[in-house]
């Protein structure tokens, strides 16, 4: 009982501790924005292959609708291993887990939520590249923004308004959650309005 309280607890505080990082950085005080893109950088891989294994996932329920649906396996290597790189250009924040925890959540948590929905999106217009596209566009897009956050491409607004839009854009953390949950209750819905119950079979003296 204490343990699901403090669960509840934890996840309360979650918004609240993301909102005061938001006034950190804007403060000056914390973590620096180029350490907050760094952090990004180095949790985007991690981000792309969690996306790409709930991905995979997903294609099991859908496959018997689909059977056409792939993941293209290559394109996704290649991409993490671009990621990687990346990351490693900027390795500014590599020695905070905290702050890498926090950039897995937001950035990463931006990333993964919005992929999935782009996925779906996708899903009945080009079945066969939906799995390959919606991560790559949307992991690339991310990793733009976390390099010219980490590099001040762009200034310190612009950067921080980057880290403004992660934290919309992930829902303060709460998103990801959100649509993963509502993915894979659709699809065991869809699939479970699919498949046909057994017919039962009566013997012969039951009549």
């Known amino acids: 009982m204490q343990a699901l309280a403090y669960s509840s607890n934890s996840a309360r505080r979650r918004p609240l501790r993301l909102g005061l990082l938001a006034l ?15 952090a990004v950088l180095i949790a985007l891989p991690i981000a792309h292959v969690i ?12 496959r018997r609708e689909y059977p056409e649906l792939r993941v293209e ?9 671009v990621l990687i790189a990346l990351a490693v250009s900027q390795p500014e924040a590599a ?17 993964l939520a919005w992929s999935l929905l782009l996925w779906r999106l996708l899903l009945p217009l080009c079945r ?15 990793a733009m923004m976390a390099y010219s956050v980490a590099t001040l491409a762009f200034g310190k607004e612009s950067a ?48």
Do not use: Q
């Not at 996306?51 to 859908?62: A, E, K, N, S």
């Not at 396996?73 to 291993?81: D, T």
């Not at 020695?95 to 990333?111: H, K, P, Q």
């Open 95 to 111: 020695d905070n887990w905290r702050l890498i925890s926090i950039a897995l959540i937001v950035g990463g948590g931006a990333t």
């Open 128 to 142: 066969s590249w939906a799995a390959a596209i919606a991560p790559l566009v949307m992991s690339g897009v991310s």
């Open 160 to 207: 921080k308004e980057c880290i403004f839009l992660w934290m919309i854009g992930s829902g303060y953390g709460w998103l990801p959650s959100i649509v993963v949950a509502a993915l894979f209750l659709g699809a065991s819905w869809r699939l479970a309005r699919r498949v046909p119950l057994e017919p039962t079979t009566s013997e012969p003296g039951d009549a």
């Open 24 to 38: 950190l950085l804007v403060s000056g005080c914390g973590p620096t924005v180029t350490e907050m893109g760094s």
């Open 73 to 81: 396996p290559i394109a996704h290597v290649v991409a993490v291993l």
């Open 51 to 62: 996306t790409v294994g709930l991905i995979t996932l997903l294609h099991r329920f859908w």
